[in-house]
């Protein structure tokens, strides 16, 4: 008897065909004269650094990857490591979280802004990369822009993934600027949103989230530790605060939200480390406020995401990072893991780079129900500002044209790839996204039909090579059980993610025929033959005896003729010798037909 259960779910991560390009964030340069390379997909030491950044600090490449500046708010070095000319004495204080930001002018690849933070407000630089043979130039030094800001800057993408906007807090107040910088530049008229959370603290660093829908905010009052915003890439309006409150002498520093914008990280200090983990599908205050775990208590201030889809934890005054592996899965299974990458003797303050953080942004298509047969599941859950989506599974499947949520299910008829086709609208232009989907075969599992053993004997069944895992209806998780009782067993077995059962049903009965283990015909007229004992009415007979050349020596069909110990007339040789009977038991409650075999010692 065989079922089956298809259970799977997994996600898809894609790159949108945007004009953001996350090799702008490949390389890290941070702390005393430390820098990491994440172009070649895992962080690789650097150790051509010229920097020293007590905390604020930002970097940014070309398209490339190719290392372009980074700047600790204060000087600015160029890819030979120099001082730009006009790239000293910027406005950014070193004593400040995020004293800094490259933010490239869209459209034109050779002007980036750096904007920097310092107690008398938020500035502008504007460099030019292609003067002085590509070194770069200051071409606009410390233009100010406003004045009575928060020490907390960050960025996202404009709905249309072309421009950005910039995000700042004004001091003493429940107000967030938000800066848009398009193909003619930086607006110097933001758009303002009053929150009614007043913002007092200067500790810690703001983040907005990859796919640009919320912002999380160190508050650091006497009741609150943070805050949680909306976002509207559209307007940059910020709305909708959600506070955690604070309950302890602690305050909120590091801030950071996993590639798929779900799962939000907050390191803390004060009266005790910690680093904490919560769950944005939370939508009540209350339900977002009892999502935390605590993943860990040490030394750990900045959270920075990366292009690898990690987290890194910088640790003050030590010579290596902390990191989050698997950042979008709650929960220990995240696998945070304290001084994981040695910076080889150059040391980790309290910062870590501030990026545009759309350079992060991987949104997910997550697939539900795997598995050969299913209606398999197919959900994008991505809707800031999205107009409508398209999808293409191909193979004959139509295009489907759908409004939030944006979701589809589809039967898909053999195991293997897929290619699937999204196109997203939004803000009149048009993402795409091309993903393949692996549909799974159920694994095969074949206990075998119900099976009758006679008392004393055993049986051993198989659930199948090579599964994930095994479970068996008495509590075992082996691939092989071995039955000696009456009883129903069941096995199921998971491959993939999907699941497969048997059942096979096992009686034991009573022997209709038995037969000794040794004879002596040596003509004492005692235990001469050997034959079978029957116990019962049984039809059909037949007895079978062969050597141990597999020859055969005896042969009847009549039960109550047994074997002498000879073969053509002669007497076998002292040996054992191996003996087959088949008969019908004449009893519904038997199996139509029984087989028995065993092995006989012939003695003189």
Not at 585 to 600: C, H
Request: hydrophobic share 35%; proline share 4%.
């Amino acid at each position: 008897m065989r079922s089956v259960a298809k259970i799977s779910t997994f996600i898809l991560l894609f790159h949108s065909l945007i004009s953001y390009s996350q090799k702008q964030a490949d390389r890290w340069y941070f702390g005393q004269n430390a820098g990491l390379d994440f172009s070649a997909g895992t962080p690789e030491v650097i150790q051509n650094s010229n920097m020293i950044a007590e905390s604020g600090c930002t970097t940014i490449s070309d398209s490339a990857g190719n290392l372009f500046f980074y700047s600790n708010g204060i000087n600015v070095w160029n890819r030979q490591h120099q001082i730009l000319p006009n790239g000293d004495s910027l406005k950014g204080s070193s004593g400040i979280n995020q004293n800094s930001l490259f933010i490239p002018w869209p459209g034109k690849d050779s002007l980036c802004y750096l904007f920097t933070i310092d107690s008398s407000g938020f500035y502008y630089s504007l460099i030019n990369g292609q003067l002085h043979n590509g070194m770069g130039d200051i071409i606009i030094q410390n233009s100010k822009i406003r004045e009575s800001v928060t020490d907390k800057i960050t960025a996202c993408r404009h709905c249309n993934s072309f421009d950005t906007w910039v995000i700042v807090t004004a001091k003493d107040s429940a107000s967030f600027y938000s800066y848009l910088i398009t193909e003619n530049g930086l607006s110097q008229v933001p758009t303002v949103s009053h929150t009614g959370i007043h913002i007092l603290s200067e500790l810690g660093y703001m983040k907005a989230s990859p796919s640009g829908d919320k912002l999380v905010l160190p508050l650091n009052s006497t009741t609150a530790l943070f805050a949680v915003f909306d976002f509207d890439n559209l307007t940059g309006l910020v709305s909708n605060p959600m506070v955690v409150p604070k309950s302890e002498l602690s305050y909120a520093y590091g801030a950071e939200f996993s590639p798929d914008s779900k799962v939000l990280y907050i390191s803390t200090g004060g009266q005790h480390f910690s680093l904490l983990q919560y769950d944005l599908s939370k939508t009540s205050q209350q339900d977002f406020v009892n999502s935390v775990i605590i993943l860990a208590a040490e030394n750990q201030y900045a959270l920075q995401l990366a292009n690898d889809g990690k987290i890194y934890v910088a640790h003050e005054n030590e010579s290596c990072l902390g990191v989050i592996n698997f950042p979008s899965i709650l929960g220990s299974d995240c696998q945070y893991k304290a001084n994981a990458v040695d910076l080889s003797g150059n040391q980790c303050q309290m910062g870590l780079p501030n990026f545009n953080q759309s350079y992060f942004n991987k949104p997910v298509i997550t697939v539900s129900n795997s598995c050969l047969g299913d209606t398999t599941r197919f959900v994008f859950d991505y809707n800031i500002n999205i107009d409508s989506v398209q999808w293409d599974f191909g193979f004959n499947f139509p295009v489907m044209n759908q409004i939030y949520p944006f979701e589809e299910g589809i039967v898909l008829s053999e195991p293997g790839q897929y290619k699937i086709q999204l196109k997203y609208f939004h803000c009149g232009i048009v993402d795409s996204v091309v993903q393949t989907a692996t549909i799974f075969d159920l694994p095969a599992i074949d206990l075998g039909n119900d099976t009758s053993l006679f008392a004393g004997n055993s049986i051993t069944l198989d659930a199948g090579n090579d599964m994930d895992h095994y479970c068996w209806n008495t509590g075992s998780d082996d691939r092989y059980l071995t039955v000696l009782t009456n009883g129903i067993y069941y096995a199921e077995v998971t491959k993939n993610n999907c699941i497969s059962t048997d059942s096979i049903q096992i009686r034991i009965i009573p022997s209709a025929v038995e037969l000794p283990n040794a004879f002596s015909p040596n003509g004492d007229n005692v235990n001469e033959i050997f034959k079978p004992i029957v116990l019962g009415k049984i039809s059909e007979f037949q007895f079978t005896i062969y050597n141990r050349f597999g020859e055969r020596i005896f042969l009847s069909n009549d039960y109550l003729q047994g074997w002498d110990g000879n073969f053509k007339g002669r007497p076998c040789h002292t040996e054992t010798y191996l003996w087959e009977i088949s008969y019908h038991v004449m009893d519904p409650g038997y199996p139509s037909l029984i087989k028995q075999n065993g092995t006989i010692h012939l003695l003189r």
